[in-house]
């Protein structure tokens, strides 16, 4: 079984078109998202309004895409919008897929 990574982003609603632009111009497969909520350091995420939403984005590919896609959403995203990435080494069944 190859090494896959999985890279999770909790982040602001209103970026999911351009990460999933950077994904696909970085030649990730795809993606998911997930609307989530919480609070963290910028105070509560309720999701009670539209802009007010976070998401969970979440991307399987090989160590070299996830982190290509790690530094470029730190150095565009992190400064002015609420996120945050987490890195995972997964083992997924359909590996053919990434």
């Known amino acids: 079984m190859k090494k896959t990574f999985l890279l999770k ?3 602001e ?3 999911e078109d351009s990460l999933a632009e950077e ?3 970085a030649g990730g497969s795809g993606y998911t998202s ?3 909520r919480g609070r963290g350091s910028r105070g509560q995420r309720s999701a ?3 802009e007010d939403r976070n998401i969970l984005f979440q991307v ?3 160590r070299d895409l996830i982190d290509r896609l790690a530094k470029s959403f730190e150095t565009k995203y992190f400064k002015n ?3 945050i990435l987490y ?3 997964v083992e997924v069944l359909r590996s053919d897929k990434f």
């Open 9 to 11: 982003i909790i982040c």
């Open 13 to 15: 609603a209103a970026l």
């Open 23 to 25: 994904v696909e111009k």
């Open 34 to 36: 997930h609307n989530v």
């Open 48 to 50: 009670a309004m539209e």
């Open 60 to 62: 399987i590919g090989s």
């Open 81 to 83: 919008y609420a996120m």
């Open 87 to 89: 890195i995972h080494e």
